[in-house]
C-alpha cells in the first residue's frame, strides 16, 4: 500500500477531477462503476440468502448441497467484482485472492456449524462459531475492498470496526432474532411469507455492520489522505 497524495485541485470551481491513473497507466475504474457491481454483488447475495427460506416456507428446504452451492456464489462474483475494480493489478490479484480464500473459510464454518446442530448443539457453542464466522470473513470481505479501492493505508484503523459491531450484535442475537419473528409476522400476510421476510430482516441485520465499517474505512482514507 502506497500513501498517493492526493489529486492537483481542478482547474476552476466545480471542474471534475480527472481520473486518476494507476501505476500501469490506465485509468482507474470510476467509483460509480465500482459501487454499481457492488451493489450487483449484494442484490445477489440477499437472493441467496432469500432463496432458502422462500423454499422452505411450505416445510420443504433445500437440499444441504443445494444451499451450500447457493452460498458459494457471493463469494465467487465479489472476486469477480474485485478483479475488475482493482486500482492496478497487484490490487486486482490481492483482493480476488482474497475473497476467494473466503470461499474454503465458508464451507469449513458451514459444515462445523451444521455439525454442531445436528450433534451436540450448545446455544454458546453455537452462538460463538456464528460469531467467529461474522468476525473472520465479514473484517476480510471489507478489508478485500479495500485493498483493490482504497488508495492509502489510512482506512487500516477503521477496519476495527467490523469485528466490533459483529461481536456486539452477537449479545443481542437472541432478542434480536425474536423481534424480527414479531416483525415479520405482523407485516407478512402468512406464516410463509413471514418465514422468508424473517431471511429477508436477518440478511439486512447481519450485513449492516459491514457496509458500516466500508463506510468508515471510506471516509478516514479520504479524509486523512487529504490532509
Excluded at 2 to 23: D, I, V
Excluded at 54 to 78: E, K, M
Excluded at 175 to 182: K, S
Aim: aromatic share 10%; net charge positive.
Amino acid at each position: 500500500m502506497s500513501f498517493a497524495p492526493p489529486p492537483p485541485p481542478a482547474p476552476y470551481p466545480g471542474a471534475p477531477y480527472p481520473a486518476t491513473p494507476t501505476p500501469s497507466g490506465t485509468p482507474a475504474v470510476p467509483g460509480a462503476v465500482a459501487m454499481l457491481l457492488l451493489a450487483i454483488v449484494l442484490a445477489v447475495d440477499f437472493v441467496t440468502a432469500v432463496v432458502p427460506y422462500w423454499a422452505g416456507r411450505d416445510g420443504l428446504p433445500l437440499s444441504d448441497r443445494a444451499t451450500l452451492a447457493l452460498s458459494v456464489v457471493p463469494f465467487l462474483l465479489y472476486a469477480g467484482a474485485l478483479a475488475v475494480i482493482g486500482r492496478d493489478g497487484l490490487r486486482r490479484g490481492l483482493a480476488a485472492g482474497v475473497a476467494l480464500f473466503l470461499v474454503p473459510l465458508h464451507l469449513a464454518f458451514w459444515f462445523v456449524i451444521r455439525h454442531e446442530i445436528r450433534t451436540s448443539y450448545a446455544p454458546d457453542e453455537f452462538r460463538v462459531l456464528v460469531t467467529a464466522q461474522g468476525v473472520l470473513i465479514g473484517t476480510a470481505l471489507v478489508a478485500a475492498w479495500c485493498i483493490a479501492r482504497r488508495t492509502s493505508a489510512w482506512w487500516l484503523p477503521a477496519l476495527a470496526l467490523a469485528p466490533i459491531l459483529v461481536i456486539a450484535q452477537s449479545f443481542g442475537a437472541d432478542d434480536v432474532g425474536r423481534r424480527i419473528g414479531e416483525l415479520a409476522g405482523d407485516l407478512a400476510p402468512g406464516a410463509g411469507s413471514a418465514f422468508v421476510l424473517t431471511g429477508a430482516l436477518w440478511w439486512v441485520w447481519t450485513t449492516t455492520p459491514l457496509l458500516l465499517t466500508g463506510l468508515a474505512c471510506w471516509l478516514l482514507d479520504t479524509v486523512l489522505r487529504r490532509r
